[in-house]
């Protein structure tokens, strides 16, 4: 008897009088729905439930810190977003060009990093542990580390910058710069997941291609262009997806840096709408702005959704 | 030409160090500025321009933090909740995952995938009204619940991978022998995971530990948690360098130490299992 069976083999003979009777058989039975229905219990409780609040709050106007009911006004919320309100035209922009800017940056990088990594040298298992620690380090701490850093005047980050022969600038600390400081904090936050993701994918290539293409006298460039990237693309694809959902729904960085300022050039779609629901306590209003949200990310996830059953992992 | 060969050898692995060095040094500068602040006396904190190597050590900075602040309450709501998360988490998310790995309820693993999506701040709103109705704001079922959102899928989308490795030829003669699907879950599949219900543990714990979103709102007085009252010190504290990272240090030290127990996993758990390592 194997090991393997031999377990088998002792827990259950001991144990089979839980099959037996109403309830256990009962239980046995419909095991494959009691088994998840505390999760599909707590899924519907936390998450659908809130969801349709929220679509349904989104059609009325009320404010929580007033003792008025809430008041049904139809699309009138969404007519707003859509066409009365340039200051959440505003954030829309600066979220996508958030959005693209980190994606472009972490991409880059990146998978620059993981093709100079992809090989046998010593020191690799500390480099993938230095990787992971910027992707689970605690927000709050981050985020203070970058304010002292990037301070104008005491600021080590303008101290570094003088060292290299360029003007020291204003970081966080003014409209036009702050969104590129933050995207820059994004950007030492996540790289290396890209690159990790990539290394990944850069580890599973076959040989066989390549092989050929040294045969045939192709240059390492030409295989580069002609065999990696394009064996490469379904990892990055999915690296790419993966952070365009969390950089559209990025927050506690900014929340914490910058709080959408100065003069509001930090102010995303997710800060404009924490301030109109916690500052203001627009709820209806908020809520609309919430659901919006809430389509563009799903869109984004439905193509990950797709793009991972055609590239079957 | 022998000689060539070994110099251009050469020169291109300090070339490559060189370049790792480059690519590496931004992350591991953040966190040493960080620690070496948090031990310079307030003067050389804020010195300009910055010693990196040279300066005084004093713990003044970490001793401040505890005597100014209710920093051990803090670190308490932190515990409490990111304990409570993991562990209703994997009371809830462990049969879950099973399941989906058992039955292939690739429906059922999507819809709990959509929890990870979806913007958090969009449940927000609904919640904080709830919770202010139910008089539940400032309490920690509030803040562990809300935390699950986060621990849940994690624990779910990790596990499902580790069940699936489980031989299904195990569970088969388990079965056969008059086991119960509980008992073969308990008794069989449950045992042979274990080191991945550490893992996923771990991440859980970290990720309910770095929440800023959920806990701002939902926390009150009572309950405030680590990144919320790190988060309230920067208006107090804007010149007072040194308290404000070994403020930072105390919050993030302790995860990022986990962490590093569960590495290998980290990036699965990140990406759903979509890269495994």
Redesign the interface.
């Known amino acids: 008897m194997t090991p393997?069976?031999d377990?088998?083999?002792t827990?259950?003979?001991a144990?089979?009088v839980?099959?037996n009777g109403r309830l256990?058989g009962w239980?046995?039975r419909h095991?494959?729905w009691l088994?998840?229905a505390?999760?599909?219990f707590?899924?519907v409780a936390?998450?659908a439930?809130?969801?349709a609040?929220?679509v349904w709050?989104s059609l009325q106007e009320w404010y929580?810190s007033s003792l008025t009911a809430p008041k049904f006004i139809g699309l009138a919320n969404y007519e707003k977003i859509a066409v009365g309100d340039p200051r959440f035209r505003e954030a829309v922009v600066r979220t996508v060009y958030f959005t693209v800017l980190v994606l472009v940056g972490e991409t880059v990088?990146g998978v620059a990093?993981a093709l100079?990594?992809n090989r046998e040298?010593w020191?690799r298992g500390l480099?993938?542990?230095?990787?992971?620690?910027?992707?689970?380090?605690?927000?709050?701490?981050?985020?203070?580390?970058?304010?002292?850093?990037y301070h104008p005047?005491?600021g080590?980050a303008n101290?570094l910058l003088t060292v290299i022969g360029l003007s020291p600038f204003k970081w966080t600390y003014s409209s036009q710069t702050a969104l590129y400081a933050l995207a820059l904090v994004d950007v030492?936050q996540w790289t290396?997941?890209i690159m990790?993701?990539a290394l990944?994918g850069l580890a599973s290539l076959p040989r066989e291609p390549y092989e050929a293409a040294h045969i045939d006298g192709a240059s390492t460039l030409r295989a580069f262009w002609h065999i990696t990237l394009p064996l490469l693309r379904p990892?990055i694809v999915?690296?790419i997806l993966?952070r365009a959902?969390d950089a559209?729904?990025t927050?506690?960085i900014i929340?914490?840096i910058t709080q959408g300022g100065p003069a509001n050039a930090t102010e995303t779609i997710?800060i404009l709408?924490?301030n109109q629901?916690?500052s203001y306590f627009n709820?209806g209003y908020?809520?609309s702005m919430?659901?919006a949200?809430?389509t563009v990310?799903?869109g984004v996830?439905l193509i990950l959704?797709k793009v991972?059953r055609t590239t079957a992992? | 030409m022998v000689m060539r060969g070994w110099r251009r050898r050469w020169l291109g692995t300090a070339g490559f160090y060189a370049l790792a060095v480059l690519f590496m040094l931004p992350t591991v500068f953040v966190f040493y500025w960080m620690v070496t602040l948090s031990i310079k006396p307030q003067v050389e904190a804020t010195a300009y321009p910055p010693s990196f190597v040279r300066f005084s050590v004093t713990t003044a900075g970490y001793r401040e933090v505890f005597t100014k602040y209710p920093f051990l309450l803090y670190t308490w709501n932190s515990l409490v909740v990111a304990v409570g998360c993991t562990g209703l988490g994997l009371a809830v998310g462990l049969p879950a995952a099973y399941s989906i790995a058992r039955w292939r309820q690739r429906r059922l693993a999507l819809a709990i995938l959509v929890a990870r999506i979806i913007p958090g701040i969009s449940y927000l709103i609904p919640w904080y009204i709830f919770f202010r109705n139910l008089r539940m704001v400032d309490t920690y079922g509030a803040l562990i619940l809300t935390h699950l959102i986060v621990g849940l899928p994690i624990i779910i989308w990790v596990m499902i991978g580790f069940f699936e490795d489980v031989p299904a030829d195990l569970e088969d003669a388990a079965l056969i022998d008059g086991c119960s699907y509980f008992g073969t879950f308990w008794r069989v599949a449950l045992p042979l995971v274990k080191p991945g219900v550490m893992a996923t543990a771990i991440l859980s714990f970290v990720f309910s530990w770095n929440n800023f979103l959920f806990s701002v709102i939902l926390a009150g007085r009572q309950t405030r948690t680590l990144p919320i009252a790190v988060f309230n010190m920067i208006s107090y504290e804007e010149i007072n360098w040194g308290t404000l990272a070994a403020a930072a240090t105390l919050i993030t030290l302790p995860v990022l130490v986990l962490a590093l127990l569960v590495q290998r996993h980290i990036v699965s758990g990140l990406t759903f299992g979509a890269v495994k390592q």
Do not use: C
């Open positions: 393997r069976q377990v088998a083999a827990v259950t003979s144990h089979h839980e099959r256990g239980a046995h095991a494959r088994f998840p505390p999760a599909i707590l899924v936390i998450i439930y809130p969801i609040y929220t709050m929580a990088l990093m100079l990594f040298f020191g480099l993938r542990t230095l990787a992971i620690l910027p992707m689970v380090a605690t927000p709050t701490a981050i985020g203070l580390v970058f304010v002292m850093m005047t005491l080590v101290y030492w290396p997941l990790l993701i990944a990892a999915v690296a993966f959902i559209l729904k927050f506690d929340y914490i997710n709408l924490f629901a916690f709820m908020a809520s919430a659901v949200l809430f990310v799903m996830s959704i991972r992992w």
